[in-house]
């Protein structure tokens, strides 16, 4: 019998999600969905053991012979061909800096040497199940950015992450790239929404959403978001146009707040002369779970292995 389930499993920074998925239907098996916190600056042996645990939870409640393997959406800096992590100097995962998590995962699954483990970088992730099964999926060009602790993207023709070649930046994404006085990541951020709101004001806020609270009565706060949308705008359209994307997808925490910036925002699209649709997110935290167990589909895999090493 061809196995045709998948576990899909995104690594943020204080968790891990994974759950079972139909490779047919692109359905998520909800009632297998798990949910561990985890505490990032554990030894890496508890670190691994509550992933294991999570998976070994999901594995439970499906037949072992109609399970592909398990995806795994990960930050970087991660080696994701051979599933090494290379996470170092932030403030999260930094004790499994050199682990082989393929290999530290089969053990603790204790799982037979043809149940397959595969990574990739989890913006890309996100992308992928946008247009593998959400909003982007009757697009061939698109590009799928996530606001919250950073800013993530990725550029996708056919299913397929672009990370090298003309019409993309260097790695495929944007965080890297110069703005303003630093680099997008820093600018389009909870941290750089925040540092701007304490620059002007001298309050910390813990959040966007503490922030996009004050906006109906504190015009600094306001005023943060349309900036917002107008930079985003001013700093997207060219690569938009560039890589002919048909439509890009909003998701992050920061989109929650999309009612306070998303009109300016497309509005300076427009004025780019930046005519793709602009969507938000229906799955949100489900796109990375679809996206990481696509990496089980066989034409999928063969097609994205290229892009690894540059992710």
Not at 17 to 42: F, P, W, Y
Not at 89 to 113: C, H, P, R, W
Not at 271 to 298: R, T
Request: net charge neutral.
């Amino acid at each position: 019998m061809k196995k045709s389930i998948a576990i899909g499993t995104d690594i943020g920074g204080s968790h891990i999600s994974c759950a079972a998925i139909d490779l047919i239907s692109g359905k998520i098996l909800r009632e297998t969905l798990t949910e561990s916190a985890v505490d990032n600056q554990a030894h890496a042996s508890v670190i691994i053991g509550v992933w294991a645990e999570a998976l070994s939870g999901v594995l439970a409640k499906v037949p072992v012979k109609e399970i592909k393997g398990i995806g795994f959406a990960m930050p970087g800096p991660f080696d994701y061909v051979k599933g090494i992590c290379l996470i170092r100097g932030v403030a999260k995962y930094e004790n499994l800096y050199g682990f082989n998590i393929s290999d530290a995962i089969s053990s603790k699954l204790n799982v037979t040497d043809d149940f397959l483990i595969r990574f990739m970088n989890d913006a890309s992730a996100f992308a992928v199940g946008e247009a593998w099964a959400g909003s982007a999926s009757k697009a061939d060009r698109s590009l799928s950015i996530t606001l919250g602790t950073g800013f993530g993207s990725a550029f996708i023709s056919n299913r397929i992450p672009i990370v090298d070649g003309p019409d993309v930046p260097k790695l495929g994404c944007v965080y890297h790239l110069p703005y303003r006085n630093g680099i997008a990541d820093e600018y389009f951020s909870t941290r750089g929404l925040l540092g701007r709101y304490k620059n002007l004001t001298g309050k910390e806020l813990n959040g966007v959403k503490e922030l996009a609270g004050l906006a109906a009565s504190d015009k600094i706060v306001s005023d943060l978001f349309i900036d917002f949308g107008d930079n985003l705008g001013l700093f997207l359209a060219p690569w938009l146009k560039k890589f002919q994307a048909e439509i890009i997808v909003i998701g992050g925490n920061i989109s929650h707040a999309y009612q306070l910036f998303g009109e300016v925002f497309e509005n300076r699209l427009k004025k780019q002369n930046c005519n793709c649709s602009v969507a938000l997110s229906v799955l949100k935290e489900d796109s990375a779970l679809l996206g990481s167990a696509y990496l089980l589909d066989d034409d999928f895999w063969k097609s994205v292995q290229h892009a690894l090493p540059l992710m």
